[in-house]
């Protein structure tokens, strides 16, 4: 069975990883663009954004990647005219790409955005209101 690092944590079973290891991992897919990929060989997306630092940021390693060039990157996939988010510099915006370019950007602490959960990706407003207890590795 295969399991997102997101399902892990709300199985509690945080405590069987190796976070290191799995880190390093994650880390590799930031590419010179400072954009992150899926696996290996593919080109940056938008949603990986989400997907490495959600993860990063619940096993307590988000420190490992190069914020600054993966914030660049997200904010050049960026529509001028629109505001939303594509997967790739210069191509179409869409909600999916949209809603994870905000919340990997309010996983880099950016100031403008209300605070993302990284679990469920839902701000942490929303969390805290729903009385929900997600699980983060403290290092």
């Known amino acids: 069975?295969?399991?997102?690092?997101?399902?892990?944590?709300?199985?509690?079973?945080l405590h069987r990883l190796d976070?290191?290891?799995?880190?390093?991992?994650?880390?590799e897919r930031q590419l010179p663009s400072g954009g992150l990929n899926g696996r290996p060989e593919k080109l940056p997306d938008v949603c990986y954004?989400?997907?490495v630092l959600a993860s990063l940021t619940i096993i307590g390693r988000l420190h490992w990647i190069s914020s600054e060039r993966l914030e660049n990157f997200i904010l050049s996939c960026?529509?001028?005219?629109?505001?939303?988010?594509a997967d790739r510099?210069?191509?179409l915006p869409d909600i999916f790409h949209t809603l994870f370019g905000?919340?990997?950007?309010?996983?880099?602490g950016d100031k403008r955005l209300?605070?993302?959960?990284?679990?469920?990706?839902?701000?942490?407003?929303?969390i805290k209101r729903c009385n929900l207890k997600p699980k983060v590795m403290v290092l």
Do not use: H
Request: glycine share 8%; charged share 20%.
């Open 89 to 91: 510099t210069g191509n």
């Open 19 to 27: 976070c290191d290891r799995l880190a390093w991992w994650l880390c």
């Open 1 to 13: 069975k295969k399991w997102r690092i997101e399902n892990v944590c709300k199985a509690s079973i």
């Open 114 to 126: 209300k605070p993302v959960n990284p679990t469920y990706c839902m701000p942490e407003y929303v």
């Open 78 to 85: 960026q529509d001028s005219e629109t505001g939303g988010f």
């Open 49 to 51: 954004s989400w997907w």
């Open 102 to 108: 905000l919340g990997a950007l309010s996983l880099l």
